[in-house]
């Protein structure tokens, strides 16, 4: 080997071993290199026992997969490249054609999106229930449902479900008689605003837990990833080959950036928890304003669910105004703040606020409120500037 070119490819120099640092090591890789023929031959991926493929895992991947785990309080992870994509995966793992998918009129829209299209067009049905009605779950399932999605609370409008009772639902549908010959149907939450710290998803019923880590975990509003998180081996293979079958990877940086905000992530739940609540008790008392939807606020839908099985909250609230105002005279609002910016997404350093248009948004039941909403993310910003610059809006109005 006298060509630099082929020297530096296949230098014989390694670094010492016994390397400890706080922060773990970021591998990238697509090839993985064996040891020899019979290495490669039996090597196993199925079990995360070794590597052998970058799409397949690295040691920077397998750490932060198994710490989602912990989080979660689940046994076994998958990573995937966005919160949505864990949703994909778990339909794909567990649907086929002539299954039928239940999911909460409240949910998260890319979830009702994909099963109204992609999934219709696989022969997998969809039906939108009422998730603070656990008798309208009852009455939807049927033989043919291998699915029911959980969302807690509702996205946008913050309804907290009583989720004990809705897994209570689907446990009896599979025990009632002539329910034995059939595969049991499955509950899956997404758990993007829990994060793990508010409530532990499978304490309260159920079989899988996903997350957007963009959010919480991430923490920076700069990275796109999800996982997947179960405590059961047969529903996290199923999960675990799709994966394999499908093509999702995540790159080494973007693990990097999640293990490093998992460090920070209980103090920054915490914090956006105290300063969410105290904008939205002081919102409240706002003559423009005729509800403000979060669920630590007693008159909130689902309140008192909140109240028994969470030990925190997280960062959004969402405010419905006064029928008066118009949506022009909305939508200037949210111009004219100058803390909250206007974007999608939340949990990351700084707050935001999206307008939407609910009855547009709901089919199971009718919107009740007359006025617009808008959903806010508070962020890291001292809690005094934000509610100054929501007042200097509200004056707008």
């Known amino acids: ?23 773990p090591a970021v591998h990238k890789a697509s090839t993985i290199i064996f040891p020899s023929v019979a290495a490669l031959r039996s090597r196993d991926w199925k079990h995360k026992t070794g590597y052998t493929y970058g799409l397949h895992g690295t040691p920077t991947t397998f750490t932060l997969e198994e710490r989602i785990a912990t989080l979660e ?56 229930y009422d998730a603070m009605d656990p008798a309208d779950l009852a009455a939807k399932l049927t033989v043919k449902t291998r699915l029911v999605w959980l969302e807690a609370p509702g996205s946008i409008t913050l309804e907290f479900p009583d989720l004990p009772a809705l897994a209570a639902v689907v446990r009896a549908h599979n025990a009632a008689p002539g329910q034995a010959h059939r595969q049991g149907t499955v509950t899956a939450l997404d758990n993007t605003w829990g994060a793990g710290l508010a409530f532990n998803a499978f304490a309260l019923g159920a079989d899988i837990s996903v997350q957007a880590l963009t959010k919480y975990p991430s923490g920076g509003a700069d990275v796109l990833m999800g996982s997947v998180v179960t405590n059961s081996e047969a529903l996290h293979l199923l999960v675990h080959f799709c994966h394999m079958r499908v093509g999702y990877g995540v790159s080494g940086n973007d693990a990097e950036l999640v293990l490093r905000g998992l460090n920070s992530i209980a103090l920054r ?48 609230f969402s405010a419905v105004f006064r029928p008066e105002f118009t949506q022009a005279q909305i939508d200037r609002f949210c111009d004219s703040l100058q803390l909250f910016g206007l974007g999608y997404s939340w949990a990351g350093p700084m707050s935001l606020c999206v307008p939407y248009d609910m009855p547009a948004l709901r089919v199971a039941k ?7 909403l808008v959903r806010f993310s508070v962020g890291l910003e001292a809690v005094e500037d934000l509610q100054a610059d929501l007042a200097q809006a509200l004056a707008g109005l």
């Open 269 to 316: 739940y915490a914090a956006q928890d105290a300063a969410t609540r105290q904008l939205a008790g002081w919102l409240q008392g706002q003559p423009q304003i005729a509800a403000v939807l979060h669920p630590a606020l007693p008159d909130s839908p689902g309140h008192a669910q909140w109240k028994r099985d969470c030990s925190g909250a997280a960062c959004l």
């Open 73 to 128: 309080g689940g046994k076994f992870c998958t990573l995937v490249p966005s919160g949505l994509a864990a949703i994909v995966l778990v339909d794909m793992a567990l649907l086929k054609a002539g299954d039928e998918v239940l999911i909460p009129d409240n949910a998260y829209g890319p979830n009702k999106a994909f099963a109204q299209a992609e999934l219709a067009s696989w022969g997998i049905a969809c039906q939108l």
């Open 366 to 372: 009718p919107w009740p409120h007359k006025g617009g």
């Open 1 to 23: 080997m006298s060509h630099p070119s082929t020297q530096l490819i296949h230098h014989p120099y390694t670094p010492p071993a016994g390397f400890e640092a706080v922060s």
